[in-house]
């Protein structure tokens, strides 16, 4: 993993072409985050190098030896795409995939944010997948610059990265604070990025993450579910409970029911909670039948003298 010398590169660079020949207007022709720091990876550390980059870039200071010791897989000499969403989301940045174009990739550069994208550089058949961090690039010149292994300020022609880019499946992934979001995050990448964050983050920190994810994506249910529980993990669970009933109520939700009786019941309210777990059960929705039929026995029982 880590390989650092090009291999025979064929085929068409279709974004390239499109996006060189049809600038996007409202597209800077060209941008470089040159204060980005630097971090000169050592033999199939590209992984943590690349990382250390993206969250220095936001300020979160990991040096790559003390990421190596949590990312780095020695049996596979390298570092695996799960890692590295991991290992930024425990160090306390929401860490958001991107879409696969290089029109997506060129506006998270233009709006200041580094992109951590994989390539290989070998051959499908003879891959050498390796780590480098995107930091700025110029259309009409036809290049993209890199934090690089041991160069820190790569230039690569566009239609080169794009071939080596493709060969992982365009995988790349932006480093964000809590609250921040990539300027061109999807709703569904916006939601995996947040859930895995909730994952390792205080109930604060992923509650920041999911009030801010709201205001871009107001009709989420994931959000919306999500945005409750962590209400619920710090203690406020009479604010969680308001959340519950009006997800519950503007999806549809038998979860969200089933979490508000269980909410309501420790907030000493049992004729509530088992209103609130016949409104789950009523759903009769599939994957939750079970935990709604829990949930009214518990409701239920609640009553008894």
Same mark, same amino acid.
């Given at each position: 993993m880590c390989g650092l010398a090009f291999a025979w590169l064929s085929?068409?660079?279709?974004? !390239? !072409? #499109?996006?060189? +020949?049809r600038p996007p207007s409202d597209l800077p022709g060209a941008a470089e985050l040159s204060a980005t720091p630097f971090f000169a990876q050592t033999a199939y550390q590209c992984g943590p190098a690349a990382l250390a980059t993206a969250l220095a870039a936001i300020g979160i200071d990991a040096a790559p030896a003390w990421l190596a010791e949590q990312i780095f897989l020695p049996a596979r000499t390298g570092t695996l795409q799960t890692e590295m969403l991991a290992g930024a989301r425990r160090h306390g940045a929401v860490a958001t995939r991107l879409l696969g174009t290089l029109d997506a990739l060129l506006r998270e550069v233009a709006a200041g944010h580094v992109v951590v994208v994989l390539q290989n550089l070998g051959l499908s058949f003879a891959p050498r997948w390796h780590y480098a961090v995107v930091v700025g690039y110029d259309v009409v010149a036809g290049d993209v610059l890199l934090r690089s292994g041991g160069t820190q300020r790569e230039v690569i022609a566009m239609r080169t990265f794009e071939y080596t880019w493709a060969r992982s499946g365009f995988w #790349?992934?932006?480093?964000?604070?809590p609250g921040d979001w990539p300027v061109t995050?999807?709703?569904d990448a916006a939601a995996e990025a947040a859930v895995g964050f909730e994952r390792s983050? +205080?109930?604060?920190?992923?509650?920041r993450v999911y009030d801010s994810a709201l205001q871009r994506w107001p009709d989420s249910l !994931?959000?919306?579910?999500g945005q409750a529980n962590a209400l619920y993990a710090a203690g406020n669970k009479a604010r969680a409970?308001?959340?519950f009933e009006a997800t519950a109520r503007r999806h549809r939700s038998a979860a969200a029911w089933i979490?508000?009786?269980? !909410?309501?019941?420790?907030?000493?309210?049992?004729?509530? #909670?088992?209103?609130?777990?016949?409104?789950a059960v009523g759903l009769d929705d599939e994957p939750w039948r079970a935990r709604a039929a829990q949930a009214l026995e518990a409701a239920q029982r609640a009553q008894l003298p």
């Amino acid at each position: 993993m880590c390989g650092l010398a090009f291999a025979w590169l064929s085929g068409c660079a279709v974004q !390239t !072409t #499109a996006l060189r +020949s049809r600038p996007p207007s409202d597209l800077p022709g060209a941008a470089e985050l040159s204060a980005t720091p630097f971090f000169a990876q050592t033999a199939y550390q590209c992984g943590p190098a690349a990382l250390a980059t993206a969250l220095a870039a936001i300020g979160i200071d990991a040096a790559p030896a003390w990421l190596a010791e949590q990312i780095f897989l020695p049996a596979r000499t390298g570092t695996l795409q799960t890692e590295m969403l991991a290992g930024a989301r425990r160090h306390g940045a929401v860490a958001t995939r991107l879409l696969g174009t290089l029109d997506a990739l060129l506006r998270e550069v233009a709006a200041g944010h580094v992109v951590v994208v994989l390539q290989n550089l070998g051959l499908s058949f003879a891959p050498r997948w390796h780590y480098a961090v995107v930091v700025g690039y110029d259309v009409v010149a036809g290049d993209v610059l890199l934090r690089s292994g041991g160069t820190q300020r790569e230039v690569i022609a566009m239609r080169t990265f794009e071939y080596t880019w493709a060969r992982s499946g365009f995988w #790349a992934f932006v480093a964000s604070r809590p609250g921040d979001w990539p300027v061109t995050a999807e709703l569904d990448a916006a939601a995996e990025a947040a859930v895995g964050f909730e994952r390792s983050a +205080s109930p604060a920190q992923a509650l920041r993450v999911y009030d801010s994810a709201l205001q871009r994506w107001p009709d989420s249910l !994931t959000l919306a579910m999500g945005q409750a529980n962590a209400l619920y993990a710090a203690g406020n669970k009479a604010r969680a409970a308001e959340l519950f009933e009006a997800t519950a109520r503007r999806h549809r939700s038998a979860a969200a029911w089933i979490n508000l009786s269980g !909410t309501l019941l420790e907030l000493g309210a049992p004729q509530a #909670a088992l209103d609130a777990a016949r409104q789950a059960v009523g759903l009769d929705d599939e994957p939750w039948r079970a935990r709604a039929a829990q949930a009214l026995e518990a409701a239920q029982r609640a009553q008894l003298p």
